[in-house]
């Protein structure tokens, strides 16, 4: 499970979308940007199970930027 999930834009005062985000999965910290096709690019390690927490991204992106 994802906890401490946080995102914020990558682009300042613009309309342009993409988002930084980070979380903790299996006590680890993750940080990745969102981009607007969907695309996750991880910045430093990728978790294990990548694709299961790639669904659970998408999943909260929606709840949180697209609701």
Do not use: C
């Amino acid at each position: 499970m994802i906890q401490h999930f946080s995102f914020k834009p990558l682009f300042e005062n613009t309309q342009l979308p993409g988002w930084s985000i980070s979380f903790f999965y299996l006590r680890e910290r993750y940080a990745a940007e969102y981009l607007k096709d969907g695309t996750i690019q991880w910045i430093g390690s990728i978790p294990p199970n990548e694709e299961d927490v790639k669904k659970m991204i998408h999943e909260l992106m929606l709840f949180h930027v697209y609701e």
